[in-house]
């Protein structure tokens, strides 16, 4: 028998009212029992009603999720049967969608959900917003490089108001996986090395995707991804093993995480990855003992595309049945491009291998994000064509973007105060790249429009029309570049050469603008080298040849490793890809009409042999500077221990100094550890720099790093400005987990520096006593 949404939604209400009614009448609130656990168990209530009226099968259906007809972003493993897939929809056995996007497509399936399923229950709507929907904010990495958690809580929130103007109400982002290692494609799309920075960023990230309200028009639920440890992938290699221990299982990779629900997120996706030796996808610790158990996780998490079906692959469930059981079992509420839940999960609970409290608990949750998300007050929420052609691709979205790519952008090296570029040199533009509109749109770019960004051809352009003389060089790709394609370098077409040299010898500066493809780095892109792809390395130092004032503008995914231009280049501009804004933000850093203030968020390595590796290392038995004189120490032979650039760095048109560091330990009176310094910008404009402290524990019972971020502040000077700063620390800074997982906080000495990047030398000690 059919019954219409409305009368479900109906019944529904009156159920939840009435059994408010009831309970607000046996129950007197607690004066400090606050609003929003009112609110909480009235949800509950409703969403146990509507479980009460479904089906075994039905609910299964809540817990299958489906990619759209035409967009995919994974192998496709059952044929894209627009008809078929709609059947399941009509059938009650599909709870979400992924990958259909616009608001007349999402209406349109929309409605099939709504008015053509026994139960009206509305379906909802994920897609990859990870740095943008339309209109492309920098990759993440690249915001990253900001350390500034209001501008990057902007981002993701103009993000979102864009990818709901377009008929969605959840995104698969933030990826708050930590990464040390440059060959992995999907540092890209994180917040790189750092615990505390990227607790910071993924709690920023998951409060600007879902503001304070779920059910607000523009606001969209938010996915912590991938659970857990995926960015520790054996050797940098895609959907690798990975075997870590606890210490940096519960120290670096879980962090990120725990702030991502601590900020609310509301969904949680598993990784590709095993964890020591059990795939992410049936990691029963992971999703029940951590996440479910210990954290109190109350949203949903889905699998990632498929990762329940490749256990099979992994070795470790030996069919589709079995691989349903085990997810089911260890926590994953929706089946992501696997179906075998769809296909087994009735007869799992027939036979009883899986609860059915499991499902239902599972189903529960769910529904809760859908009714948080006010899907079932008007399943049609965020499908407004009006808003959809207001809001997409609008001014504010832009100049969000482009406010973002400012504050992206890291000076790696400025000899000679090359840069700012002088209103009457006569400029040389040098690169394929800088010609480019797509590349610089990353790797997440599904509902981008192809060509849409400025180039930095564009951008120096709006500046002046007469100092430029623009040559591409050599070609970049032998063939246009394609989203599920491998791309081919040109490593041999040296046409176009000769023109950028010429142009070169008569320039007063060149700039240059080489890197990677927006496709090179992102999900299944490792690396193996970690320099310039193609003929670009060769092109450099061709250029060079002929002219020494080279400004090397780098677009890259992940850190790059170039011994040889640091060495030669004067100046050097981290502009990874920032999106559609790029040319104009690159071209107002060179001109200075912004000052750069990024500082990196991954190091990055002098050579590809020494990843991974990450400031917060810990020592050895044998440092390099212990044994002096022999070779009995930990180093290498052909390369230095330190990376090119450090986690932390970035320089400015200015200077700033740090001086007058001093501790007041007060932690045995009220718990804080307070630390003051003075910086000082000494140089000639104004500027922005994110002062770091560092500490280290330096005995524990457990090995601390020999330094880590515990604190940062982002500071604007006035040219001779000095400013004092301080940062508190207490038991959540100066404490640490041990193998089993227990917060510890130990007396002992804590060294300390405040500076400028995780090289800082500023130093001071205190002795924690409790
Ligand atoms: C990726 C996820 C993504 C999913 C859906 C997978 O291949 O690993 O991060 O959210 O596809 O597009």
Not at 128 to 147: C, F, K, N, R
Not at 300 to 329: G, Q, T
Request: glycine share 8%.
């Amino acid at each position: 028998m059919k019954y219409s949404f409305k009368i479900i939604i109906g019944l529904l209400v009156f159920i939840s009212i009435y059994s408010c009614g009831a309970k607000t009448n046996q129950t007197a609130i607690k004066p400090n029992e606050n609003k929003s656990t009112v609110i909480q168990s009235d949800l509950d209530r409703k969403v146990d009603s509507l479980l009460g009226l479904m089906t075994l099968r039905e609910k299964i259906g809540q817990m299958n999720q489906y990619t759209g007809f035409r967009d995919f972003t994974g192998p496709v493993n059952k044929a894209s049967d627009e008809e078929s897939k709609t059947q399941d929809i009509r059938d009650g056995l599909v709870g979400s969608m992924l990958n259909v996007r616009g608001v007349k497509n999402v209406r349109a399936v929309q409605r099939i959900a709504v008015e053509e399923t026994r139960l009206g229950i509305p379906l909802i709507f994920g897609f990859d917003v990870i740095h943008g929907y339309q209109t492309m904010a920098p990759i993440p990495l690249a915001e990253s490089a900001s350390w500034d958690m209001e501008a990057i809580e902007n981002s993701s929130r103009l993000a979102a108001k864009e990818a709901a103007a377009a008929g969605l109400n959840w995104t698969f982002a933030p990826m708050v996986d930590i990464s040390r290692d440059a060959r992995w494609g999907r540092v890209m799309e994180g917040a790189g090395e750092d615990p505390y920075l990227g607790s910071l960023i993924a709690k920023a990230r998951v409060k600007g995707f879902q503001g304070d309200d779920l059910s607000n028009r523009f606001t969209i639920a938010a996915c912590a991804k991938h659970f857990a440890a995926y960015g520790f992938s054996e050797s940098g290699r895609e959907y690798n093993t990975v075997d870590i221990g606890t210490s940096t299982l519960y120290n670096v990779v879980l962090p990120p995480f725990k702030a991502a629900v601590d900020a609310g997120a509301r969904t949680f996706m598993s990784s590709f990855n095993d964890l020591n030796g059990i795939p992410a996808s049936a990691n029963y610790f992971l999703f029940r003992d951590i996440l479910k158990d210990k954290w109190n996780f109350e949203g949903f998490v889905v699998s990632d595309w498929a990762s329940i079906k490749e256990m099979i692959n992994h070795n470790y469930a030996p069919d589709d049945i079995a691989a349903a059981r085990l997810s089911v079992n260890a926590g994953i509420d929706m089946d992501m491009e696997s179906y075998v839940y769809l296909d087994y999960l009735e007869q799992l609970v027939e036979d009883g291998t899986v609860s059915m409290a499991t499902i239902d608990d599972a189903v529960k949750r769910i529904l809760k994000v859908k009714f948080e998300l006010g899907l079932f007050e008007d399943p049609y929420r965020y499908c407004s064509e009006e808003d959809e052609a207001k809001v997409i691709d609008s001014n504010e979205i832009k100049e969000g973007a482009l406010d973002m790519a400012l504050k992206s952008i890291v000076l790696l090296k400025n000899e000679g105060d090359l840069l700012p570029l002088k209103r009457d040199q006569k400029i040389a533009v040098l690169g394929d790249l800088a010609f480019d509109k797509n590349s610089v749109l990353g790797n997440w770019r599904l509902g981008a429009i192809d060509n849409t960004a400025v180039s930095l051809q564009e951008g120096l352009s709006t500046y002046s029309k007469g100092n430029f003389n623009f040559e591409r060089g050599p070609a970049f790709v032998t063939s246009k570049a394609e989203f599920s394609q491998e791309l081919i370098y040109n490593k041999t077409d040296t046409t176009g050469t000769k023109a950028a040299l010429d142009a070169a010898k008569n320039a007063d500066v060149v700039i240059m603008l080489l890197g990677e493809h927006g496709l090179q780095s992102g999900e299944a892109r490792s690396r193996t080298d970690l320099g310039l792809p193609g003929v670009q390395q060769q092109f450099l130092e061709q250029v060079y040849a002929v002219n020494q004032n080279i400004v090397l503008v780098l677009t890259n995914g992940r850190p790059l490793a170039l011994p040889w231009a640091k060495k030669n280049i004067p100046a050097i501009v981290e502009a990874w890809q920032l999106g559609s804004q790029s040319g104009h933000a690159i071209a107002q850093v060179l001109h200075g009409d912004f000052n750069p203030s990024g500082k990196l968020p991954m190091s990055f390595p002098f050579d590809v042999g020494q990843v991974p590796i990450y400031y917060n290392h810990k020592n050895t038995g044998r440092p390099k500077d212990y044994n002096e004189g022999t070779v009995f120490n930990s180093h290498y032979q052909d390369a230095p221990n330190e990376p090119l650039w450090p986690f932390g760095f970035g320089l400015s048109y200015t200077t700033f100094e740090y001086d007058q560091i001093e501790i007041n330990d007060n932690f045995s009176v009220d718990g804080t550890i307070t630390v003051t310094a003075q910086i000082k910008n000494v140089g000639d404009r104004k500027g922005t720099e994110v002062a770091q402290l560092y500490i280290q524990d330096e005995f524990a019972t457990t090995i601390r790093p020999v330094r880590e971020l515990k604190g940062f502040k982002k500071i604007e000077l006035e040219a001779g400005e000095s400013q004092n700063i301080s940062f508190i620390l207490t038991s959540n800074e100066l404490g640490f987990f041990d193998n089993q997982g227990n917060w510890l906080l130990e007396d002992g000495n804590f060294n300390v520096w405040v500076g400028g990047s995780s090289q800082a030398n500023l130093k001071q000690s205190f002795m924690l006593k409790q």
